[in-house]
């Protein structure tokens, strides 16, 4: 049975890393700026797609969006005691090398019966520059499987805080926008995903287009 809401821990854990440090740090140190958020249903499964730039982006991208994300990581985390536990609560779920696609989704359709907004980068890697020039289907797949709308979201300026050889993040100004939510590919055929992941796609752009 689905549920409408991730964990009430969750909840809890999200709040307290949020406002004691995301937050501040995004807003006070990067001068950040956050645009539609009224799109956001704070409510049921979502599939949270973006591009990509740093590893600042996945703590950034659930602050902005008001509510926990529930990203991928690597199955040797789960393994360490203390830390399995933390990462589980935070949302994070495993995937076993060489596996990654089928035990990624297999994982991420868990997550949104949970009542979780899954994360997806779209181009599943970060790039130089913030822009998504090779899109994976996975997320258009995520969002067919589960029925779940894609939320498409902008992460513009995080590639440059932290440049090759420098050893603490530039306080430079970040801006975050937040597009409509998108219905889900009517079916897994690959037509349909490379459409609805296309969509996705040029929208992001079109924000990251509009600078700061």
Same mark, same amino acid.
């Given at each position: 049975m689905s549920q409408s809401r991730e964990?009430?821990?969750?909840?809890?854990?999200?709040?307290?890393?949020?406002?004691?440090?995301?937050?501040?740090?995004?807003?006070?140190?990067?001068?950040?700026? /956050?645009?539609?958020?009224?799109?956001?249903?704070?409510?049921?499964?979502? /599939?949270?797609?973006?591009?990509?730039?740093?590893?600042?982006?996945?703590?950034? $991208?659930?602050?902005? /969006?008001?509510?926990?994300?529930?990203?991928?990581?690597?199955?040797?985390?789960?393994?360490?005691?203390?830390?399995?536990?933390?990462?589980?609560?935070?949302?994070?779920?495993?995937?076993?090398?060489?596996?990654?696609?089928?035990?990624?989704?297999?994982?991420? $359709?868990?997550?949104l019966r949970n009542g979780w907004a899954v994360g997806v980068f779209l181009q599943g890697t970060r790039t130089a520059d913030g822009r998504i020039p090779s899109p994976k289907l996975g997320a258009a797949l995520i969002a067919a499987k589960a029925q779940a709308p894609l939320l498409p979201v902008c992460l513009w300026g995080t590639h440059r805080i932290l440049p090759k050889g420098a050893k603490l993040p530039k306080p430079l100004p970040l801006t975050v926008r937040i597009a409509p939510p998108l219905p889900p590919p009517a079916s897994v055929e690959k037509t349909a995903l490379h459409r609805v992941t296309q969509n996705c796609t040029n929208i992001i752009h079109q924000m990251h287009d509009c600078g700061r």
């Amino acid at each position: 049975m689905s549920q409408s809401r991730e964990p009430l821990i969750s909840l809890v854990l999200y709040h307290l890393f949020k406002w004691s440090v995301v937050s501040p740090v995004f807003h006070a140190y990067f001068r950040g700026h /956050v645009l539609g958020v009224e799109h956001v249903p704070m409510k049921g499964p979502l /599939v949270i797609v973006a591009n990509h730039a740093s590893d600042f982006d996945p703590p950034i $991208l659930s602050s902005c /969006v008001r509510r926990p994300v529930s990203y991928m990581a690597k199955e040797e985390l789960f393994r360490v005691p203390v830390l399995a536990p933390a990462i589980r609560a935070y949302g994070a779920y495993p995937v076993k090398r060489g596996s990654a696609d089928r035990s990624a989704i297999r994982e991420a $359709l868990k997550q949104l019966r949970n009542g979780w907004a899954v994360g997806v980068f779209l181009q599943g890697t970060r790039t130089a520059d913030g822009r998504i020039p090779s899109p994976k289907l996975g997320a258009a797949l995520i969002a067919a499987k589960a029925q779940a709308p894609l939320l498409p979201v902008c992460l513009w300026g995080t590639h440059r805080i932290l440049p090759k050889g420098a050893k603490l993040p530039k306080p430079l100004p970040l801006t975050v926008r937040i597009a409509p939510p998108l219905p889900p590919p009517a079916s897994v055929e690959k037509t349909a995903l490379h459409r609805v992941t296309q969509n996705c796609t040029n929208i992001i752009h079109q924000m990251h287009d509009c600078g700061r």
